[in-house]
């Protein structure tokens, strides 16, 4: 049987990779365990890449890496330094100390800690956890949560990919779209423009076909798959569409804001604070969409009181009430099949 090929590493990874190696080591690095180490280039070699087709491979990330103003050094021997056969690599770490003089607040290293677990350990895949291993047996210590660096964001809308493809292609797409209060889904067919995120969601602006108008559709609300068509629209129509939709945005949130109590020093504090504006009775809060700002209030239980709108109040309770029946019905040991 046929050998499973190797999971393919996109290059961008591959070249995060190698900063981290590179960062990682005080002596350098040589081209030989570089290759053989490092994931993306090892991946190549045990699928047979040639010596020499890896090793323009790794001339060109240098060169890519330079051009993005990494310095990598080349140490050479130090009895004939142009003798560049065992040369080895590395990257200052001096060149990403910071200075003696900079410090953080609680409230920054806070958010700087947040920031990091995008890139956290559990980022780490298994060739990850070999090329570390590899790495230290050379003598070299490295910190796991820098290894971890390697990139392994994900987008919680399953539309999303499909959406960016269409928009840099310019195709029009069809998706299933149901709103609040709809029994079922409308199938939409529309000419997407941009994708925008706020208030910490996703949303793509677009031409609706349908009613010849512009329309902002919530990428939550979107029930199944996106379909991109053979037709095409003309890619003009992209320019300044982030910006028209992200203003529409905050003309409708505008319009709708809510009158909240929030208990000090608590996640909703923090969380809605930086979209907030002192109030006598609180703080009031603009938003775009009662129902999904329903479900944001809702998730933090007693620490936020709705004091207006009272639409928006019942909507909370019943999202409160809801959770506690499911609760207890799971706790009522006869609910039990």
Known sequence: MPATAPAKIPPEERLVNLVVALIATDQ????????????GYREQSDAGASKDALEK?????????RGLGVPIETIGDWADPDDLREARYRIPTA?????????????????????????????????????????????????????????????????????????????????????PGEEAPRVRRVQPLALVEYEGRWHVFGIDLDVAADRTFLLSRIVGSVTITRESFDAALRDGAGERALAGLEEVAARHSALLEVNPG??????????????????????VDGHIFADEL????????????????????????????????????????
């Open 95 to 179: 060149e990403y100390e910071l200075p003696e003089d900079i410090e953080f607040t609680a409230a920054e290293l806070a958010l700087l800690n947040l920031a990091g677990g995008v890139w956290s350990e559990s980022s780490m895949s298994d060739d990850a956890r070999s090329g570390l291993r590899k790495i230290r047996a050379l003598g070299d210590l490295v910190d796991e949560p820098i290894i971890g660096f390697s990139p392994r964001l994900s987008l919680h809308d399953p539309s999303f990919p499909a959406l960016q493809q269409a928009i840099e292609q310019s195709r029009v797409v069809t998706f299933p779209y149901l709103k």
């Open 298 to 337: 809702a998730s933090y239980g007693p620490e936020v009181r709705v004091v207006e709108p009272l639409d928006l109040r019942d909507r909370v309770i019943d999202r409160l009430a809801a959770t506690r029946d499911l609760h207890r019905e799971s706790s009522d040991p006869g609910s039990a099949p």
């Open 266 to 287: 608590t996640e909703a504090a923090l969380r809605l604070a930086r979209r907030a504006k002192p109030a006598e009775q609180g703080i009031r809060v603009p938003y």
């Open 28 to 39: 350098g690095l040589t081209k030989d365990t570089i290759l053989s180490s490092v994931a």
């Open 57 to 65: 491979m790794f001339e060109r990330d240098k060169e890519s890496l």
